[in-house]
């Protein structure tokens, strides 16, 4: 039986749907993160979920049992949010014992739980401790030691480290994964961080316009997203129309070109991602007359340094722009003429992009102008 089960979810805010018939299911010991840009209804839904909003329609159940009636602070949830909301009047420990007490659970069993918890979350001895005392980490391992205590059924998470700078960030979340790997916990959070998102989580759910658009674990998502939306999320700019003639035919025809697919992609209109890691550059030389695997006329319009690779801008002749992913030591320099060649393992077949049901775009920048020969 699933943790958690969301059922034709639907919440509207005047005539506008921020929910639409949404479904999603969380199993027991699973950590799922929303992801989706803002307005997607990815926060909406936590708060459905929680008791926190209205719904118009759908069903929210936990451990099976339909949450239609019940308040947020009998749903026996913990709830996590980006900006802390500790108590500044309490101690570290006082903040931490807060569920506890509300439950009734005996002073001297809620210290031992407390202890056990400042200790998971890596601040022991920290229970005296004044909140205004702690760092902006410091506080988000108590709000997450609160949270935990009452050992709630699912815990859910609202852009839990937001607010913290990246460094900090890309730590606590390490620690998040094994700490609830450890614990067995079941987590449902929403946050708009696709590297915390994907370092997280076991499963990511990506939203638009209050409906789900994609739902799988992090490496079927970013292998094979499910829509340009879904691409372009992912910080994917390398879309492009195009045309496969035969089914099962191995080369598509675009606007960079005749571009190689991965065999047994089905015929007829669709768009192509090209991943930056495919596309690969050489010298004007190395292309006309050299075989059907010439690229298009492009030179590099700008380079971007990403730590263990230059991401290269190119202008392309005739066709959108388009960015490759180079070496350090192997990068074209601005201005240099090259031709792209493409890797058919790194391009992925997605559905058409259909405008009012015209004909398939992307949104791709427009094409160049000629580039001098």
Do not use: Y
């Not at 929680?50 to 308040?71: F, S």
């Not at 108590?87 to 809620?110: M, S, W």
């Not at 992912?234 to 195009?242: I, Q």
């Amino acid at each position: 039986m699933a943790s958690l089960d969301v059922e034709a979810l639907t919440v509207r805010f005047g005539e506008r749907a921020v929910l639409d018939a949404v479904g999603l299911a969380v199993d027991e010991r699973e950590t799922v993160c929303v992801l989706g840009p803002s307005g997607s209804g990815k926060s909406t839904l936590l708060r459905a979920v929680a008791g926190l909003q209205r719904i118009d329609a759908g069903r929210v159940r936990l451990a099976g049992r339909d949450q239609a009636g019940i308040p947020a602070h009998r749903r026996g949830l913990g709830l996590m949010f980006q900006d802390h909301q500790l108590f500044p009047q309490r101690d570290v420990a006082g903040n931490v014992a807060f569920g506890l007490r509300v439950q009734g659970v005996r002073r001297e069993r809620a210290a031992a739980r407390v202890a056990e918890l400042l200790d998971l979350v890596g601040l022991p001895g920290a229970g005296g401790r004044a909140v205004a005392s702690l760092s902006g980490g410091e506080q988000q391992r108590v709000a997450l030691a609160r949270a935990l205590a009452p050992e709630p059924r699912l815990l859910m998470l609202d852009e839990p480290l937001g607010q913290l700078d990246r460094g900090l960030r890309e730590r606590l979340v390490v620690e998040l994964r094994q700490l609830f790997d450890r614990l067995g916990t079941t987590v449902l959070a929403v946050t708009h961080d696709q590297g915390e998102a994907f370092a997280l989580a076991h499963r990511v759910v990506i939203m638009a316009e209050g409906r789900v658009a994609q739902s799988g674990t992090p490496m079927e998502v970013w292998q094979r997203p499910a829509s340009a939306f879904v691409a372009r999320f992912l910080g994917f700019d390398n879309l492009v129309p195009a045309t496969v003639k035969e089914s099962g035919a191995e080369t598509a025809h675009t606007a960079w070109g005749p571009l190689p697919v991965p065999p047994g992609t089905p015929e007829g209109e669709c768009t192509l991602l090209v991943r930056p890691a495919g596309v690969r550059l050489v010298g004007p030389e190395n292309g006309p007359g050299k075989g059907s695997e010439d690229g298009p006329r492009a030179r590099v319009l700008a380079r971007t340094f990403r730590g263990d690779h230059l991401a290269v801008l190119l202008d392309v002749e005739g066709a959108p722009r388009l960015e490759a992913s180079c070496a350090l030591t192997d990068a074209p320099a601005v201005g240099e003429a090259v031709r792209p060649r493409f890797d058919a393992a790194e391009i992925v077949r997605l559905p058409p992009v259909v405008d009012g049901g015209g004909p398939a775009r992307t949104g791709a920048a427009p094409p160049a102008a000629p580039l001098p020969r």
